[in-house]
């Protein structure tokens, strides 16, 4: 069985992530999440508003 976390990056009015995505992935990835996915989350006219980081691990 795995568990699951999510971390959601704002971006900026350009679309830029307002936090670095990479400091973040290799934070998690010392308390032994693994990243899983990013799904770039949009509005209605297309644009990426957020991005959602989501990481795994086994259950303990």
């Known amino acids: ?8 990056i704002k971006n900026d ?3 830029e992530p307002k936090e ?5 992935i290799k ?3 010392k308390d032994g ?3 899983h996915s990013i799904t770039p989350l949009s509005t209605t006219t297309g644009g990426t508003t957020d991005l959602k980081l989501i990481f795994e ?3 303990q």
Not at 1 to 8: A, T
Not at 20 to 24: H, P, S
């Open 33 to 35: 999440w693994r990243l």
């Open 13 to 15: 009015w350009h679309g």
């Open 20 to 24: 670095n995505e990479e400091e973040i």
């Open 1 to 8: 069985m795995y568990e699951y976390e999510f971390v959601n």
């Open 27 to 29: 934070k998690y990835a």
């Open 57 to 59: 691990k086994e259950a």
